[in-house]
């Protein structure tokens, strides 16, 4: 099993930056993906980033490409979310995933996809 805790939200005026974070326990193998979903009231859930804990590749959904980075501190067990040119759009509850089972590449529709290993979510608001 794997444990993930986000912290990090809050709120943040359009066109700023906020940095949220996650830190992963337990079987956190080398091989694990790690992901950042976001969900609003009403609508599904759907990945925003992704990164392999190994290779350190990366991967982003269109709506955030050039405005948000995923990275992480392997030693530490952490995968960060540094978002600038927020948007009230990007207003939402973000949530950290990981998935053990994708090997070297993740589903091309791994933004649709229901990693196995979730935290409780943070909450972002965008708002002036």
Not at 43 to 68: C, M, N, P, T, W
Not at 99 to 119: I, K, Q
């Amino acid at each position: 099993n794997v444990q993930l805790v986000e912290s990090g939200g809050g709120s943040v005026q359009p066109g700023g930056s906020l940095r949220i974070s996650c830190v992963a326990s337990g079987d956190v193998g080398h091989n694990l993906w790690m992901a950042w979903f976001r969900q609003v009231p009403g609508k599904e859930r759907e990945g925003v980033a992704l990164i392999h804990r190994g290779a350190g590749q990366v991967a982003y959904a269109d709506s955030v490409k050039g405005r948000f980075i995923i990275s992480q501190d392997y030693a530490k067990k952490t995968v960060y979310l540094r978002m600038t040119s927020v948007k009230p759009e990007d207003t939402a509850m973000y949530f950290c995933a990981a998935e053990p089972s994708w090997g070297a590449r993740p589903p091309s529709d791994w933004a649709t996809t229901r990693p196995t290993y979730w935290g409780q979510g943070t909450q972002v608001t965008v708002s002036s």
